[in-house]
């Protein structure tokens, strides 16, 4: 029997200054308590899925909604895992991220893993008000190539939508040598990101070319240069991307963005969630 999940996130600002958190749950999705590292305005949650993978029909919807003047940061305990598919009816992980005026959010899940045989869509979708900024990243892994377990066959499609300002679709098949093999693709390489902040109002020129200009000083110190890009597609979206043979210096790479992009653009300390020193 296929595992159907709901988790609603609702976080508002209260007169103190405090972000605090709202919450509801159907089928096996759950929250961490609330967490204040850097203080009342920031509020740090990591959500949990105890089945631990999703196999075909299992279906996971996650909605985040982050009122006025209020700070949330997301992450996860470990990966998101597609198990192999043996009836063909897709896994589906669906996330909704709302953003009233003035708010933040750092929606920062540990990697995807697409199991050998896997049949999945990942989809995250997006609405931004003026004023609201998201920082969010998706990495994910196409088989487990340090067991020895590659991508033989199956199906990830992904998908990123926010209408009318971005919206991204790929599929990532198997049976694809072209995409996954030439140079023009993938490379051989079985693990890929992409990172964004996506910005409510537009980005003006001069802030736009700083924080693409720190990304890019960042990225060429690290060994994954070759493979890693920063641009703005448009005046309200940053995005990194980069490709990898394993996901962790993909992961460390990243954090180090995150934290980047934290003081560059917001001005605000690096303080990691918990769960990443566990």
Known sequence: MPWQAHLDLQYRRDPSGQTLLRHRHSGPLRIFK???P????????????PPGGLVQGDRLEIDVSVATGAHALVSTPGATRFYRNASGEPAEQR?????????RLEWLPLETLAYDGCRA???VEL???PGAELLAWDVVSLGLPAAGLPFASGCLEQQWDWPGV???RARLDAAD???LRSPVGLDGQSALATLVLACGSALTRTRREALLEACRDLIEAHALAPRCGATCPNDHLLVVRALA???EPLMQLWQALWALLRREAWGMADQPPRIWSV
């Open 38 to 49: 850097e203080g009342p305005a920031v509020c740090h949650n990591v959500i949990v899925h």
């Open 245 to 247: 043979g394993q996901v």
């Open 34 to 36: 609330s967490l204040y």
């Open 166 to 168: 971005w919206l991204e």
């Open 121 to 123: 869509l990942n989809r």
């Open 177 to 179: 040598l072209r995409l």
């Open 127 to 129: 609405q931004i008000a």
């Open 95 to 103: 996330v909704r991220l709302a953003l009233e005026a003035g708010a």
